[in-house]
């Protein structure tokens, strides 16, 4: 259909700061491209924000700069740690309740 725009999708880039990004899209499906602090390797323990069944998938805006830590104690719940090693590495996380994550699928592409 030309001109139709998906309002349940969205993108958003987004840079780690001190392990934690800030997510403020409420879109109920949103591809994040998460970039390190100063363009580094760097890892991620939070996720602030989210709306409960919303659902984002993580991608490395650079191939292995990024690891997604299994953490708990700051509400993002894995299976283990996950590197983003390629740009089309993917982890796919809900929302469970304000700023808690859940893994429902990863992807983890070569090349």
């Known amino acids: 259909m030309a001109g139709y725009v998906n309002q349940e999708y969205g993108t958003q880039a987004l840079t780690i700061a001190s392990a934690i990004i800030t997510l403020t899209s409420t879109r109920p499906r949103t591809v994040v491209t998460i970039t390190g602090e100063g363009s580094a390797a760097d890892d991620l323990t939070t996720i602030s924000g989210g709306v409960v069944g919303q659902r984002i998938v993580l991608r490395g ?51």
């Open 61 to 111: 805006a650079t191939a292995g700069h990024i690891t997604v830590k299994n953490s708990p104690g700051t509400g993002l719940y894995l299976q283990a740690d996950f590197n983003l090693t390629y740009t089309r590495t993917s982890l796919e996380l809900e929302c469970t309740a304000l700023n808690t994550w859940t893994e429902i699928s990863r992807a983890q592409v070569t090349a």
